[in-house]
């Protein structure tokens, strides 16, 4: 099985591009990414692609199965706008050209409360996206919307470690779902399961799921 990802240097992106790497259904993980992933695998190939200019290597988005985690934050990108662009702009770009070259199955990393109607952007942007994504003609797409990410990233985000410090120390019984933190590798273990099990239709995995999959 040949496997596409983009936002494969993110926080669930790099558990799962590993995680593909050393799965024996995958043959073959083809990572489109805009930097170098600092790793080396047999099975792995990355393309190093300027996202702007999709046209010049959209061709190259074939296989069995899309894994789109592709993201940034509003302070990393410097606006709303650009936020938008990666968040939303690129990975649906992504999608429409992989689902014309044949791919079939798809899986979205997307975020709890995620609505086209919510009245917050970053929630709106999530929920825009998966409207789109659910009008492509996949064969199966999965929709995975975790609450709150653990994980070592690259850099360090206080109010984010703060929170689910908080969080962390509050009796789980108490807190829903959604806002349950987990683990970011948890999430890629669901994620990965879901691409290579490819159930026909439209899968929205909420938090619970997500918690429940990944145990």
């Known amino acids: ?78 606006s709303k706008e650009k936020q938008y662009l990666v968040d939303h702009d690129y990975q649906l770009k992504v999608s429409e050209s992989a689902v014309l070259n044949g791919v079939k199955t798809y899986v979205l990393i997307s975020s709890v409360n995620a609505d086209p109607k919510s009245p917050f952007f970053y929630l709106r942007m999530k929920g825009e996206l998966e409207n789109k994504i659910a009008s492509l003609p996949f064969h199966s797409i999965n929709i995975l919307r975790p609450g709150p990410l653990k994980g070592e990233r690259e850099g360090v985000r206080i109010k984010e470690v703060l929170t689910n410090k908080l969080l962390d120390l509050l009796p789980q019984t108490l807190l829903t779902p959604g806002l349950r933190p987990i683990d970011a590798l948890k999430v890629s273990q669901v994620a990965l399961k879901a691409g290579l099990r490819a159930e026909p239709g439209i899968h929205v995995i909420g938090p619970g799921e997500i918690h429940e999959g990944s145990s």
């Not at 099975?43 to 940034?72: C, M, Y």
């Open 1 to 78: 099985m040949k496997v596409i990802i983009i936002g494969a240097t993110g926080l669930v992106g790099g558990g799962l591009t590993k995680l593909l790497a050393e799965h024996s259904l995958v043959t073959q993980v083809e990572v489109f990414t805009r930097r170098d992933l600092g790793m080396t695998h047999p099975k792995v190939k990355v393309h190093l692609v300027d996202f702007e200019k999709i046209d010049l290597w959209k061709d190259k988005l074939k296989g069995d199965v899309l894994f789109s985690a592709l993201g940034t934050t509003l302070k990393a990108a410097g």
